[in-house]
Each structure stands twice: as structure tokens, then as C-alpha cells.
């Protein structure tokens, strides 16, 4: 799992400032214990938030969630070691046992409990289609620097999945389920569900969707087993409107399509 890791920090090294990475925040490969871990639910990258203040200033301490050039001693990522490798590793690995950034996490862990799965566990785990956090949110980038931060890490969120234990990832959002299935050149089964429809007080209702499909390989990697995809259409963080019952609903359901997966 080193391999990964460090192709991410070659990566790293060769953005500026200027192209929105946190260039002093660590690669972050996964959340949670990727060895383990039979689910995985999938953003799209890391918020700056794993690394800053509501100010914006670095975390530190107690507070800090992952490794950084600050907290390895590091002048810059050129110069990392094996040893740095294992920290950070490590810090990905125990990310729910340290200080967890809850307020978002905690939203997902509530639709994995109710298939009997959670990040606290060690049953599931988080990963993102892009593992470099940005100092500004991912929507206000422009499309030709998101295009190349998908593609640039398209093979290593492919290693990562083929080397490790999950066999069913749960796309989060829209977003996702869109970048996701160009990513893996896969067309996902829509399926409209009427309870996640979001009400709104126009009368014009949000409707909700289920995304269902397999794969076995991303790009060019042979996954070597077949992993069952499911996703939804609300970003269930940022989604207006959206209610704990309809966040139960898809837990609920997922829960039940991640069991008939696994049987």
C-alpha cells in the first residue's frame, strides 16, 4: 500500500501554491482501515477542513487528523522517508480513532449503520476520487484543474481499491456517481426512488435515485474481483433540505442491497 502512497506525493511535488492544492497537507489515500474495511463510501476529495481551522489555520496538537510537512518535520514532500511513509499511512489507517471531522463523517456512518457497517468499526472506510485536499471548495475550481486532478489519480484510487478488502463502494452525491462512473467507464442503473424525494415549499420536489452497477477493473487496473457500486443522488452534507428520515431511507436500503451482495 506504500506504492500508492508515494505515486500520491510525486503528485503533490509537482502542483504550485498556485493550483489550489494544500501543498503542505499529506496525500490522503483513505480514511479508516482500507485493510479491513469491506465497504467503502467515496467523495470526491478531502476537505481542507482535515487539516485546517474554521480560521484557516493549521491544525495542531490534539486537533491535528493527518500528517503534514509540519508535523513530520519536513521542509518539503521531496524529501520524505520511509519513515514518513509509515506515518502517514498510519494516520490514514487510525483517522476514526483520532480525531475524526464528525460533522461530515457522521452523516455517512449514519445510512452505514443501518446495514450493520460503520467507520468506527473498522468495517468501513472512506475513500475519494482525488486525494490531495484544496484550499477552496471543489466547485469553485475551474473544470480543467478538477478534470486533471481526477485523472492524475485515477490509478492510484484503482491500486488502492484492488489491494485492499472492500468488495462494495457507495457513491455520495451526484457528483460522484457522475465522475465516477467516466472515471471507470461503467453506466450505472438509475432507479427513481419516491421516498427520497426532497419536498420543497414551490411544490417541486427534489426526486431521489438509486445508481447500481459492478465492476471489476477501473481504467486500466484488473480489480481482480467483482465490486458492487451503489450510489445516490443527494449530497447527503450539502443537500438542501435534506431530512434524517431520508437519510435513514437510503441507509436503510442500501443496508439491505450491500447483504445481498455480500451472500
Known sequence: MYSPLVRLIDQATM?????????????????????QAQVATVGINPSNREFVDVAGQELRGSERRLSTLASLGLP???????????EIRRSCARYFKINPYRRWFDVLDRTLRA???????????????VALATRDKWGTIDMRTRQ?????????????????????????????????????????????IDSWALPRKNGGDVNGYLFTGTICALGDVDLGRQVSVYGYNH???SSFGVTSTVIDRIGLRLGDLVAASSR
Open 76 to 86: 518539503r514532500w521531496s524529501q520524505v522517508t520511509g519513515r514518513h511513509l509509515s
Open 235 to 237: 449530497n447527503l452534507q
Open 148 to 192: 486533471n486532478l481526477i485523472n492524475d489519480g485515477k490509478s492510484v484510487l484503482a491500486q488502492i481499491i484492488r489491494d485492499s478488502s472492500v468488495t462494495t463502494l457507495i457513491l455520495n452525491g451526484r457528483s460522484v456517481v457522475t465522475e465516477f462512473a467516466a472515471l471507470a467507464s461503467v453506466q450505472l442503473a438509475a432507479q427513481p
Open 15 to 35: 502542483f504550485a501554491p498556485s493550483d489550489y492544492i494544500l501543498d503542505w497537507a499529506s496525500p490522503v489515500p483513505f480514511f479508516g482501515d482500507v485493510d
Open 115 to 129: 446495514g450493520q457497517f460503520s467507520y468506527y468499526d473498522g468495517s468501513a472506510c472512506h475513500l475519494d476520487l
